[in-house]
């Protein structure tokens, strides 16, 4: 059994939208991440993936997202004795939705931060700045 967790990648003016996760969140708390959670049961449903990106970032900030999100990447890692497969998306903000923290318990901080700007915190894990490298690649593939 594994659980799926899916997150979005939201670039916007030459910067990365990333969260501070919460002191309150058992895994990764205090580090920058993207958006994202835990894919729940859909039942018979398509666009699972996507859905909860949506889902999350209007549930965490706030932000409503357009429908159409492009792949990034996909890494596993266990959290305590479960496997989690996490999906990375590029995806657009709609127009005129801006983030705010709505879940205090998920989200201490709300950054912009271009790539450089994150290498240089210490609370950036190097898996997100893998992420961001490999969103960077697909925001540029898909602007050609």
Not at 93 to 99: D, F, I, L, T, Y
Not at 111 to 121: C, D, F, Q, V
Request: proline share 2%; net charge negative.
């Amino acid at each position: 059994m594994f659980i799926v967790n899916v997150e979005g990648a939201v670039w916007n003016d030459g910067k990365w939208l990333v969260i501070e996760r919460s002191i309150k969140e058992d895994h990764a708390s205090g580090l920058l991440s993207f958006v994202g959670g835990k894919v729940e049961s859909p039942g018979v449903d398509k666009d699972v993936l996507e859905k909860t990106v949506q889902r999350e970032f209007l549930e965490e900030v706030g932000l409503k997202l357009k429908a159409k999100m492009a792949y990034v990447c996909n890494t596993s890692f266990l959290y305590y004795d479960t496997h989690v497969i996490d999906i990375v998306y590029l995806c657009e903000m709609e127009e005129g939705s801006k983030p705010s923290i709505i879940s205090t318990d998920e989200v201490a901080a709300i950054y912009w931060l271009t790539y450089e700007e994150m290498k240089l915190r210490s609370n950036a894990p190097e898996y997100l700045l893998e992420a961001v490298r490999m969103a960077e690649e697909v925001r540029v593939r898909n602007l050609e």
